[in-house]
Each structure stands twice: as C-alpha cells, then as structure tokens.
C-alpha cells in the first residue's frame, strides 16, 4: 500500500471537471453527460489456481469488482494477457479466454478485444468500462458516526490460494475459495444502492484492514472491528499456523500495522488474517441499521463486522 500510494502522490490531479473520482478510488469515474458517467478501471493478476479456465474466470470477476464498488454496470471489458510462449502451449492461453468469457456472459459485459505479449510468466486481465448514475456512485468517504460495518464474503483466498501453491492444500479443498471468487459483486452493489449505503470499496489486495483504513483515514470518525464476527473461510487459520501467508499479507501488516489498535489479546497469527490480500473479495460497506436489514431481507450474505464511532481516522480491532 505505501508504495502505490507514493506512486499515486506523483500524479498530477486531472484538470478536466469531468472528472468526478480521479486516481486513488476503486475506479476512475468521468462525466459524459448530465445523469450519465463513464467507469473505468483495470486489472491484471497472476494464477491462483492450477486450471487455466479457472483462472481466467477469477480473474473476469476480480476486474469487474472495481465497477461495482463504484455502484456501477460494466458494459465492456478489454483483455490483457502475459504469456510465456516458451513454457505454455496457446491451448493454456484459450483456456483462459474461455473462463473469462463465462464470467462476461454472466455479467452481460462484451468482450470487444485486447493485447497479449511476451512475459516471464502468466498473467491475465481486464480493462473494464462501465456505466454509472452520477447521483448513484458509491465512494469510499462516505462514512458515518453511528454506522454498522458489514462485508458480503468471508476472507481467506490469500492464504488459501499460497496454501496450494506450498503443496499444503490440494485442488479439491479450493472449491469453498473458488466459489467465492466466481462469485461476482453485482448483486451486492445493487442492494447497497438500494439499502442506502454511506461507503463502498472491495477488498483485494491490501486486505481488510487496508481497504478499510483507505476509507475511514481522513474523517473525523474511527472504525471498530469485532475479530471474532469477521467471517473466514475453512481452513484459513489452520494453513495460518502452518505458515502459509502470502509476502502481500506481510507487506500490508508492516505499512499499518503501527496506524491500527489491536487489542492485547489478538495474535500476530490472527492480525495476518485480517492483512490477507484477497482476490475476488466482497464488499466492505458502511451503512444504518435499516441498510443491514435489507441485505439480511435479501438472503444476501453479508455480515456485521464492527461499527463507526467518532474520532481521527483509526481502527482499533477488538477480541471477546
């Protein structure tokens, strides 16, 4: 997070008004009309699992999670593929197109093309451009005093998908992790639009905690964190204790570890968790009690985590 950011400080701010939510938000938002603006963000990863249209499927639905945390429809998406010629035949390549494409049916998105090239290893993504109602965006600053804190997909393919990497978990103990990866964020934007939602973001790859600290860190508010309402997939502790952390989760606890308020009781262990980059995550919403009810209303999954209080911009997570 600390190097993005200093990246980020380094970019001049566009001058164009049009542009309503410039570098630094889940997605670039641009005004084309009255009532209508353009979404724009991109996307690219590395494998996660070992099946090529798996793959190239989680990775259709990591790209189009920007836009709908901004509240918006995504209409069509560009891809971007790395390929190491040398260790992959194009099958492998078609595989992942092929998944890709099965996430975009189901989103109604077009693919409309994009560019491959030479790399040291695979990677694939998408440049994803959408739609969205300027008096219906959801942004990140948004939070208030008295607000519940709840996420829509419990944590843990970081360490789930290093965990297969490592030889620890096999392909077979991946479906609970997969499936919440496949599993798109279309329906949860929608019902936090309807619920009201104050804040919106993903949570990807600076893990819960460092999404959560991008929204609450310039207001006048704090975040409390309740660990033990935080839902977490099977297994996720257990390959913890075994050491299977991915070097992003290390990365994110070193950047705010200092900046968050962990009760004494809460072990490095346990924060790890809470730094574990995801990938394909849910979204982490700010919003009122009635805005919680709709989403248990909806039989949506979604959990309360913590609520907002007044302060200076901090988290403080608490145990018991």
Known sequence: PGDLEEIISGITPPADERVIIPPGDDA???????????????????????????????????????????????????????????????????????????????????????HCFEDTELKFGLSVTGTVEPDRILRKDGVREGNILIITKPLGTGVLTTALKGGKLKDVDMDEAVGWMLTLNNRASELALQAGAHACTDVTGF?????????????????????????VMHRVQEMIDRGMVAEGAY????????????????????????????????????????????????GMFARAIGHVVKGSGKIRVKKG
């Open 28 to 114: 670039g938002i641009f005004m084309l009309k009255k009532g209508l603006a353009l979404v724009e963000t991109v996307d690219v990863i590395t494998p996660l699992v070992n099946d090529p249209y798996t793959f190239g499927a989680i990775s259709s639905a990591n790209s189009l999670s920007d836009v709908y945390a901004m509240g918006g429809i995504p209409h069509t998406a560009l891809a971007i593929a790395g390929f190491p010629s040398c260790d992959y035949g194009t099958e492998v390549l078609k595989q992942v197109l092929k998944g890709a494409e099965s996430v975009l049916d189901r989103a109604g998105v077009q693919l409309m093309g994009g």
């Open 251 to 298: 990365n994110n606890m070193k950047y705010l570890k200092d900046r968050i308020e962990f009760q004494d009781n809460i072990t490095e262990e346990e924060m790890l968790l809470l730094f574990d980059p995801q990938t394909s995550g849910g979204l982490l919403l700010s919003l009122g009690e009635d805005g919680f009810r709709a989403f248990r209303e909806a």
């Open 207 to 231: 893990g819960l905690l460092g999404h959560a600290f991008n929204m609450v860190r310039d207001t006048d508010t704090d975040f409390i964190f309740r660990l033990q309402d935080i839902p």
